[in-house]
């Protein structure tokens, strides 16, 4: 059916069509057969890769391949990336949650040593009695045990009325600003259930074996002639560096640390805040606006997506509408290579075009976009509407500050003329002059090096999805939120 469903932006490009032998839309999904190991997969590769139909043009150096490679835990692409990002930040939380634990064991610990100290006349009795030393370590090991068990159950009871009151929370949210709706339903696991048994068992044989080993080495004699008498002068200094007074010591050692991850994590939260985007965001709406299961042309989506922008435009309270195929923190990103118009082609045997120039993140515009995002125009001019919808117009380009300074470092980019890497040089048709220069702003939050940007008109750039962006005249939240339903209808 993708072919029938397929939008006017994919047709235009020919990736409708999934009998077309470079058609890449379509992504294979695998599970290895149990037993079979990934490296004795990628061996049975290339045979498969023969048996594929070869495509008009296809020789030795354009032959196709297979690859195979786990995927990403955040990511859908046939390319998986790695995880890096993520445990960068989930590496310090499980520390500091491991900390809290650990923290916890400690304390139960200590009081575990009070209370055999409290017990050791019971104990001493015990052992007068005839019982053995093995059996009084079993004893307080089987309460260590018990207390371990209930405090995981209890935990577990916990997390579980956790997931559901943060689940509930998030739905909430999603619901009251957008219509759509979170489909996730966290079910117990049998690995977590046996993990966290592990760590009871762990803790009880941790923390609670030293103050059993201590309680069963007592001197019955004297133990039951001086219980509650108080110590010797003798024994001050040893009682300072006793069991109680370490675990007492590693407890305030490892708050400290939680207390400084704390802070730390909340002044970069504040810092995180204060970061200049480039952009405003507070007083704006966007709009995704996607024609994929819309059988129309590719003028058919440019009058459609015309028509709504004046209609938002009309809204009260308006103060701007524009339309782009991308949005800054919208995590998709389109880029190609640019490179002044003048460059000259590579030589033979040189690198390849599409690895000359500049990677730059590229994005086709309705007029207005800079106006509704508050992106300032450091100079020149926005696209006309005319260069916005008539694919015969003369090609322009609006590029920010920092692409124009990698691209013309020695002169005013304004006015020259760029093109993509692997176009004919010297063809006017082919390259584009540079009408405008915006500011900076931000793509991702992470985002550490200034991201080079290049802006076509909209009929340029066609894509399936793109964004409406809607300014308010009046920023206040309340306002922007009641804006909502009229947007939607």
């Given at each position: 059916?993708?072919?029938?469903?397929?939008?006017?932006?994919?047709?235009?490009?020919?990736?409708?069509?999934?009998?077309?032998?470079?058609?890449?839309?379509?992504?294979?999904?695998?599970?290895l057969q149990p037993g079979?190991?990934?490296?004795?997969?990628?061996?049975?590769?290339?045979?498969?890769?023969?048996?594929?139909?070869?495509?008009?043009?296809?020789?030795?150096?354009?032959?196709?391949?297979?690859?195979?490679?786990?995927?990403?835990?955040?990511?859908?692409?046939a390319e998986p990336s790695?995880?890096?990002?993520?445990?960068?930040?989930?590496?310090?939380?499980?520390?500091?949650?491991?900390?809290?634990?650990?923290?916890?064991?400690?304390?139960?610990?200590?009081?575990?040593?009070?209370?055999?100290?409290?017990?050791?006349?019971?104990?001493?009795?015990?052992?007068?009695?005839?019982?053995?030393?093995?059996?009084?370590?079993?004893?307080?090991?089987?309460?260590?045990?018990?207390?371990?068990?209930?405090?995981?159950?209890?935990?577990?009871?916990?997390?579980?009325?956790?997931?559901?009151?943060?689940?509930?929370?998030?739905?909430?949210?999603?619901?009251?600003?957008?219509?759509?709706?979170?489909?996730?339903?966290?079910?117990?696991?049998?690995?977590?259930?046996?993990?966290?048994?592990?760590?009871?068992?762990?803790?009880?044989?941790?923390?609670?074996?030293?103050?059993?080993?201590?309680?069963?080495?007592?001197?019955?004699?004297?133990?039951?002639?001086?219980?509650?008498?108080?110590?010797?002068?003798?024994?001050r200094w040893n009682r300072?560096?006793?069991?109680?007074?370490?675990?007492?010591?590693?407890?305030?050692?490892?708050?400290?640390?939680?207390?400084?991850?704390?802070?730390?994590?909340?002044?970069?939260?504040?810092?995180?805040?204060?970061?200049?985007?480039?952009?405003?965001?507070?007083?704006?709406?966007?709009?995704?606006?996607?024609?994929?299961?819309?059988?129309?042309?590719?003028?058919?989506?440019?009058?459609?997506?015309?028509?709504?922008?004046?209609?938002?435009?009309?809204?009260?309270?308006?103060?701007?509408?524009?339309?782009?195929?991308?949005?800054?923190?919208?995590?998709?990103?389109?880029?190609?290579?640019?490179?002044?118009?003048?460059?000259?082609?590579?030589?033979?045997?040189?690198?390849?075009?599409?690895?000359?120039?500049?990677?730059?993140?590229?994005?086709?515009?309705?007029?207005?976009?800079?106006?509704?995002?508050?992106?300032?125009?450091?100079?020149?001019?926005?696209?006309?509407?005319?260069?916005?919808?008539?694919?015969?117009?003369?090609?322009?380009?609006?590029?920010?500050?920092?692409?124009?300074?990698?691209?013309?470092?020695?002169?005013?980019?304004?006015?020259?003329?760029?093109?993509?890497?692997?176009?004919?040089?010297?063809?006017?048709?082919?390259?584009?002059?540079?009408?405008?220069?915006?500011?900076?702003?931000?793509?991702?939050?992470?985002?550490?090096?200034?991201?080079?940007?290049?802006?076509?008109?909209?009929?340029?750039?066609?894509?399936?999805?793109?964004?409406?962006?809607?300014?308010?005249?009046?920023?206040?939240?309340?306002?922007?939120?009641?804006?909502?339903?009229?947007?939607?209808?």
């Open positions: 059916m993708y072919s029938h469903l397929g939008s006017a932006a994919s047709r235009a490009s020919g990736h409708a069509d999934l009998h077309r032998p470079d058609n890449f839309s379509l992504m294979l999904t695998g599970r079979l190991s990934l490296a004795a997969a990628r061996l049975r590769l290339p045979a498969l890769a023969g048996q594929l139909p070869r495509g008009p043009g296809a020789d030795a150096q354009n032959a196709r391949e297979l690859s195979i490679a786990p995927p990403s835990r955040f990511s859908n692409s790695d995880n890096t990002e993520v445990a960068v930040l989930v590496t310090p939380l499980l520390f500091m949650a491991g900390s809290v634990l650990l923290i916890a064991c400690l304390n139960l610990a200590n009081m575990l040593l009070a209370r055999g100290a409290a017990r050791s006349k019971e104990i001493a009795l015990r052992l007068a009695l005839g019982a053995t030393r093995g059996r009084i370590i079993q004893q307080l090991l089987v309460e260590g045990l018990v207390l371990a068990l209930l405090g995981g159950a209890l935990g577990l009871v916990l997390s579980v009325w956790a997931n559901r009151a943060m689940l509930a929370s998030l739905d909430g949210a999603i619901r009251s600003s957008s219509n759509a709706t979170l489909s996730l339903r966290p079910e117990l696991d049998a690995t977590v259930l046996g993990l966290t048994f592990l760590a009871c068992a762990a803790a009880t044989l941790l923390f609670s074996l030293a103050p059993a080993l201590r309680a069963s080495r007592l001197d019955v004699v004297a133990d039951l002639k001086a219980a509650g008498a108080a110590p010797a002068a003798g024994d300072f560096f006793a069991g109680r007074h370490l675990l007492v010591m590693g407890q305030i050692t490892l708050s400290v640390v939680l207390l400084f991850s704390a802070g730390l994590f909340l002044r970069g939260a504040l810092k995180a805040g204060t970061i200049p985007l480039g952009f405003a965001s507070h007083d704006s709406l966007v709009t995704v606006i996607d024609h994929t299961l819309r059988n129309s042309s590719p003028a058919e989506t440019q009058q459609s997506l015309a028509a709504v922008r004046a209609r938002i435009s009309a809204l009260p309270g308006v103060s701007h509408a524009a339309i782009s195929t991308q949005a800054p923190m919208s995590n998709t990103e389109n880029s190609r290579r640019v490179l002044p118009a003048s460059a000259p082609l590579p030589a033979p045997g040189a690198a390849a075009p599409a690895e000359r120039g500049t990677r730059a993140l590229f994005a086709g515009l309705s007029p207005g976009y800079f106006a509704a995002l508050s992106v300032p125009l450091l100079r020149g001019r926005d696209f006309t509407e005319n260069e916005a919808r008539d694919e015969r117009a003369p090609r322009v380009a609006i590029i920010d500050a920092t692409l124009a300074r990698q691209l013309f470092p020695e002169g005013d980019a304004l006015g020259q003329r760029i093109r993509y890497a692997g176009d004919a040089a010297g063809k006017d048709a082919a390259s584009m002059e540079i009408v405008g220069i915006v500011g900076e702003h931000r793509h991702e939050f992470l985002q550490v090096e200034p991201t080079h940007r290049i802006f076509v008109p909209l009929v340029q750039a066609p894509r399936s999805t793109t964004y409406l962006h809607t300014r308010l005249a009046d920023g206040r939240r309340a306002s922007v939120v009641g804006a909502l339903a009229a947007v939607r209808r």
